[in-house]
């Protein structure tokens, strides 16, 4: 069935510098890619998505880019804050509705 | 707009014990989900309804756990006999279908079991 591999799985920046979270899925049917932050103690919560009708989208310092050729969707977080700081899913919704995870990536803002 | 809503928040036992865990999703949202998310690691799906009926259970142990919702709306997941291995957090979701493809999932605060 549809994987979604999501690298790294620990990214530690500088506060103020750009982080950048890499996905790739199998199934080339697979038409929505949302991504999830996750604080400790806490549920996901969605903080952008993007179609497969969609190259880029960009929400304040968020950017997301798909590639649907090479099957692959990246998170950038620009100009990174200490709140910035906590767990972020990648998923992939293939042609069954069904959303597959990723692994995860902690993000570890350093001052 | 209310949430997801999940109770309880808690949840200790020991082995062999069973629970039940209740989930109210977001009204007018006619999916919803079970996801499993043991520690230090991304959520797990469990089990997810379309209105009343079981879209996919097949990742739910069936021999120890069983999911329904009867109406439409509420669910209960339920494992009976739980297991040390059965420690996680139980997150409950849902979204909007309504036969446009796949839109965004909503999460409740989540049920955090602990299995002595």
């Known amino acids: 069935g549809e994987q979604v591999e999501q690298l790294p799985s620990i990214l530690r920046v500088q506060e103020g510098s750009s982080a950048s979270i890499n996905c790739s899925y199998e199934d080339s049917a697979s038409n929505y890619f949302p991504w999830y932050k996750q604080e400790p103690g806490e549920n996901p919560k969605l903080i952008i998505d993007?179609?497969?009708n969609m190259e880029r989208k960009q929400i304040q310092e968020l950017i997301v880019l798909l590639d649907k050729k090479a099957k692959r969707f990246s998170l950038h977080i620009t100009d990174t804050q200490p709140g910035d700081s906590a767990m972020y899913f990648c998923a992939a919704s293939g042609g069954n509705y069904q959303l597959i995870w990723g692994s995860g990536t902690k993000l570890i803002i350093k001052p | 707009e209310a949430g997801v809503t999940q109770s309880p928040r808690y949840a200790v036992l020991q082995e062999g014990q069973a629970v039940s865990f209740w989930c109210d999703p977001i009204?007018?949202?006619?999916?919803l989900y079970w996801y499993q998310q043991p520690r230090d690691q991304g959520p797990q799906l469990l089990v997810y309804?379309?209105?009343?009926?079981?879209?996919?259970n097949s990742q739910l142990p069936s021999d120890r756990f069983s999911a329904v919702r009867p109406k439409g709306t509420n669910s209960t997941l339920k494992i009976q006999s739980a297991k040390q291995g059965d420690t996680a957090t139980y997150l409950c979701?849902?979204?909007?279908?309504?036969?446009?493809?796949?839109?965004?999932?909503?999460f409740g605060a989540g049920t955090r079991l602990s299995v002595l």
């Open positions: 993007i179609r497969s």
């Open positions: 009204s007018g949202h006619d999916t």
């Open positions: 979701a849902s979204s909007f279908y309504g036969g446009h493809g796949q839109n965004t999932l909503y």
């Open positions: 309804f379309r209105d009343e009926a079981v879209i996919d």
